[in-house]
């Protein structure tokens, strides 16, 4: 397999300078290169932000949209820019572990049937802008499940891929329909597809990068975070991937947890699927 791969990042307008800048350095300082950057500006950009662009534009090929779309419209049309089979996500706020990419194309050439690899993230918080830094601010790590059977057993109930850190086959991904616009299921909703569609996942048991997680839990409450579950829910309900029972039992219990005020929520996020001493 060749060793060449791409990054894919999307950024918009909300996201800060700095963790802009510390995102594309740690892709940049990969024991194992990327063959290219493709970072997709998902509508007009602050002043900072490009000012940090500017700073990368001989290492990075920026695709603009003129409006904000969304992740999954963003990754679409960034995918379609990526020149090489293997694809690595990076988010922009989230910094990578040096040797997360060597790892991921050495795991993917020996086992030839895997087509989705993530690992474990390390969540931290803070204004830490390197690797060495978000070490001493982890707070919890998100482990997911290894094998494949494991991943498909569970991916029923929870996803089983670690979005930010996920190394993928383009070829296959867009055999499965590639990312589309499904609101904070983004991701899930392409792993989904590939697995009703027999696709191989894998996930390392090695700690791949370091997530911000500053207030995340804000993020996944509210009516309109409960709507787009029942939309994800059900599309997923109506592919075949996952039955009535399940299909209601979930919706109901993620659409509860939603409209919980911000600080019960934060702490069934910090329990759920967290493994403190890592």
């Given at each position: 397999?060749?060793?060449?791969?791409?990054?894919?990042?999307?950024?918009?307008?909300?996201?800060?300078?700095?963790?802009?800048?510390?995102?594309?350095?740690?892709?940049l300082?990969?024991?194992?290169?990327?063959?290219?950057i493709v970072?997709?500006c998902?509508?007009?950009?602050?002043?900072?932000?490009?000012?940090?662009?500017?700073?990368?534009?001989?290492?990075?090929?920026?695709?603009?949209?003129?409006?904000?779309?969304?992740?999954?419209?963003?990754?679409?049309?960034?995918?379609?820019?990526?020149?090489?089979?293997?694809?690595?996500?990076?988010?922009?706020d989230?910094?990578?572990?040096?040797?997360?990419?060597a790892?991921?194309?050495?795991?993917?050439k020996?086992?030839?049937?895997?087509?989705?690899?993530?690992?474990t993230?390390?969540e931290?918080?803070?204004?830490?802008?390197?690797?060495?830094?978000?070490?001493?601010h982890?707070?919890?790590?998100?482990?997911?499940?290894?094998?494949?059977?494991?991943?498909?057993?569970?991916?029923?109930?929870?996803?089983?891929?670690?979005?930010?850190?996920?190394?993928?086959?383009?070829?296959?991904?867009?055999?499965a329909?590639?990312?589309?616009?499904c609101?904070?299921?983004?991701?899930?909703?392409?792993?989904?597809?590939?697995?009703?569609?027999?696709?191989?996942?894998?996930?390392?048991?090695?700690?791949l990068?370091y997530?911000?997680?500053?207030?995340?839990?804000?993020?996944r409450?509210g009516?309109?975070?409960?709507?787009?579950?029942?939309?994800?829910?059900?599309?997923?309900?109506?592919?075949?991937?996952?039955?009535?029972?399940?299909?209601?039992?979930?919706?109901v219990a993620?659409?509860?947890?939603?409209?919980?005020?911000?600080?019960?929520?934060?702490?069934?996020?910090?329990?759920?699927?967290r493994?403190?001493?890592?």
């Open positions: 397999m060749d060793e060449r791969y791409s990054v894919l990042m999307s950024v918009y307008q909300k996201e800060r300078p700095g963790y802009l800048r510390a995102a594309l350095q740690s892709m300082e990969q024991t194992l290169l990327p063959d290219e970072l997709v998902d509508g007009p950009l602050t002043e900072g932000l490009e000012q940090v662009i500017d700073e990368f534009s001989q290492q990075i090929l920026v695709v603009r949209l003129p409006r904000n779309h969304g992740l999954g419209y963003a990754l679409a049309e960034g995918l379609r820019h990526c020149r090489n089979e293997l694809i690595a996500r990076m988010d922009s989230d910094i990578s572990v040096r040797e997360r990419c790892w991921q194309v050495d795991h993917l020996a086992h030839s049937d895997v087509d989705v690899l993530s690992g993230l390390a931290f918080k803070g204004e830490c802008r390197t690797a060495d830094e978000a070490v001493e982890i707070v919890a790590y998100k482990k997911v499940p290894v094998s494949d059977q494991e991943i498909k057993s569970y991916i029923k109930y929870r996803n089983p891929v670690n979005h930010p850190c996920v190394m993928f086959k383009k070829s296959k991904v867009l055999a329909g590639g990312y589309q616009p609101s904070f299921f983004e991701d899930y909703d392409l792993w989904v597809r590939m697995y009703l569609d027999g696709h191989t996942f894998a996930n390392l048991r090695e700690t990068l997530m911000r997680v500053d207030e995340m839990y804000k993020r409450g009516l309109r975070y409960g709507r787009a579950v029942v939309s994800f829910q059900t599309r997923t309900y109506r592919r075949g991937g996952t039955s009535f029972l399940q299909y209601l039992s979930l919706t993620r659409v509860v947890v939603s409209l919980l005020p911000d600080r019960l929520r934060s702490i069934l996020y910090s329990m759920r699927l493994d403190d001493k890592g």
